[in-house]
């Protein structure tokens, strides 16, 4: 396809924005934004000649000039140049930024219309409300990116709701899906980056040991596809090869299929509603042999379940739930808390502030930064 699309990648260094970069070849780019990898990001901008560089560190900026000077490509930092970049006038932007975080910015690419490519699930989980009216507002898209949720959105292919019985988002269950409970007590945060099938974020690939990560899509399947929590099915499938499957009421039951990289949801993210050529591995069904389904373990990954009672709750708890996650699994990732803690500490914060409900933006960041708090006591 002839690309003319302006660009904005929020997120630009972490594992969706480098897979994102990567597809942008012939694209205006507009902004970058990243943290705080200062090298990485001035790196971006040098292949990708952006307008403008942005880090949310403003520790930072110093480094990122120097990098670039002589380019052109102005410099910026601190979240107000964060969300003056989202807020650029652009054809597409890639919500990519990890976390709670990535909110603010992903309202402000809504503010202005356009497409929204979300890979940022931990916004529509913890504001999801919030975020589908800013779009409505505006007239903005949203694409969803992450691969089970673009899977789905391709194999509804236009259709009615109303047309489907439920969905199927598959796992490939993580580093420890066979593993014991009394061993799962001993994982390491290096055991539990190392995902056996998507090379991933730190952050990332916890939740997908612990399965939280699941949780997380079925409250964003919820918002992004107007369903019930009960039409919402998780399947582990360890070979990764089916991302998302349709049921539909003639019993008609749709799947998309591809090999576990994200640049292919990014490229039809990107290219929608054309197609684009990527140069990815293509799946060998011969090679596969065999697809194989099972039930996830309750017992074992009781962060699913938490997802599900959040979301069966409603109101606040989504973000007490994802706010309560993200301190666990920093705290995990520092040394500082048990594995299977991740999950009690999580448990044990939606039990303390209980559901209650939010209105706006302002309600949400408020709980957002009690549940943290609280979270924080628990895991120290």
């Known amino acids: 396809m002839a690309v003319t699309r302006s660009v904005t990648l929020l997120g630009s260094t972490g594992s969706v924005g480098r897979s994102t970069a990567a597809l942008l070849e012939g694209f205006e780019v507009e902004a970058l934004v990243a943290g705080r990898d200062a090298a990485a990001l001035a790196a971006q901008a040098r292949a990708l000649r952006p307008r403008i560089a942005v880090l949310s560190d403003e520790a930072g900026l110093a480094e990122l000039r120097e990098r670039l000077a002589g380019t052109g490509i102005a410099c910026a930092a601190g979240d107000a140049a964060v969300i003056e970049a989202a807020s650029r006038p652009v054809d597409w932007t890639m919500a990519a930024i990890v976390g709670a975080a990535g909110l603010k910015p992903t309202l402000a690419a809504l503010a202005r219309g356009g497409v929204l490519a979300l890979a940022n699930k931990e916004s529509m989980v913890c504001a999801g409300e919030i975020v589908l009216a800013a779009a409505a507002r505006s007239g903005a898209t949203i694409l969803p990116v992450d691969s089970e ?32 409970a009394a061993d799962m007590a001993h994982v390491t945060p290096a055991m539990a980056v190392k995902h056996p099938v998507w090379s991933m974020g730190a952050k990332i690939s916890v939740d997908s040991a612990t399965m939280m990560n699941k949780g997380l899509e079925v409250i964003e399947a919820a918002r992004l596809f107007a369903l019930d929590e009960a039409r919402i099915q998780v399947l582990v499938h360890p070979q990764s090869a089916v991302h998302g499957l349709v049921q539909y009421v003639d019993g008609s039951l749709l799947a998309q299929l591809g090999t576990p990289d994200m640049r292919t949801p990014i490229a039809h993210a990107l290219a929608w509603p054309d197609r684009m050529g990527v140069e990815v591995a293509r799946l060998d069904l011969l090679a596969l042999g065999r697809l194989d389904f099972h039930p996830p373990d309750p017992l074992r990954f009781p962060a699913l379940r938490l997802a599900r009672d959040a979301l069966r709750a409603g109101g606040g708890a989504p973000t007490i739930l994802n706010a309560a996650n993200e301190v666990a699994v920093g705290r995990f990732l520092a040394g500082g808390l048990g594995f299977l803690r991740i999950a009690a500490v999580v448990e044990e914060t939606l039990s303390r502030l209980g559901p209650r409900g939010v209105e706006g933006l302002d309600a949400v960041i408020a709980l957002d930064g009690e549940a943290r708090a609280y979270a924080a006591e628990l895991a120290a």
């Open 149 to 180: 949720h673009n899977a789905i959105f391709q194999a509804l292919c236009g259709q009615a709701m109303a047309r489907v019985e439920r969905i199927y988002l598959t796992a490939s269950g993580g580093p420890f899906r066979e593993m014991s």
